[in-house]
């Protein structure tokens, strides 16, 4: 299961608001090659499930991970952070071993 904080909810239904995005779309997560690590997340508001896809849903928000990417990312929660030293959504992982200095990537 992914977790999401409440600054995250708060966040993206902020953004779900202000970008007219339908209400019953949710959260696609993924993880995809590239980055300083080897492998970066992906996030993006979608509408279509797809047949390998796991559905989830935490604090009410909905979330679809493939397959693939859920064996690198169950139990992580998705974080967002608004502060002065740089804004945006961020994933504490407990599988990844290393993370770039900026955290947009990740080896497991």
Request: with cysteine; hydrophobic share 35%.
């Amino acid at each position: 299961m992914i977790k999401v904080s409440n600054e995250a909810k708060a966040e993206i239904e902020k953004l779900k608001a202000s970008s007219g995005i339908d209400i019953e779309s949710f959260i696609r997560v993924g993880v995809k090659g590239g980055g300083c690590s080897g492998l970066v997340y992906d996030l993006d508001f979608d509408s279509e499930k797809k047949e390998d896809d796991k559905i989830f849903e935490d604090n009410g928000v909905k979330i679809a991970v493939d397959k693939k990417s859920y064996l690198y990312l169950a139990g992580t929660t998705l974080e967002f952070s608004g502060g002065l030293n740089g804004k945006g959504f961020s994933f504490v992982n407990p599988n990844a071993s290393r993370t770039c200095g900026c955290g947009e990537s990740f080896s497991i």
